[in-house]
């Protein structure tokens, strides 16, 4: 459940930094055209669109680090048991 929600954090995070940084740039693009700071609806689904993908994408990725982690932490904690035990 931790790898769970330390995934979904890490994803959602990114994901919405991603989305802001690409509004900001179709906002300076449509300014740089018509020389208006005019955010249309069309951006904004294409702003919300880009945070899905990358959410999604972002969290399968962050979801199998999370546990490749805990697996390998729980590796090195068996080792060094069987290590002092003897």
């Known amino acids: 459940m931790r790898d769970t929600l ?7 995070s ?4 991603n989305a802001g940084l690409a ?7 449509e300014y740089g055209m018509s020389g208006q700071w005019h955010l249309a609806r069309p951006y904004l689904w294409a702003g919300a669109l880009i945070g899905l993908v990358v959410f999604v994408g972002q969290l399968f990725r962050q979801y199998r680090l999370c546990r ?3 697996i390998t932490r729980n590796a090195r904690t068996e080792s060094y048991q069987r290590r002092t035990s003897l």
């Open 6 to 12: 330390s995934a979904i954090g890490r994803s959602g």
């Open 14 to 17: 990114t994901a919405c930094l």
């Open 23 to 29: 509004m900001a740039l179709m906002l300076l693009m």
């Open 68 to 70: 490749d982690r805990r």
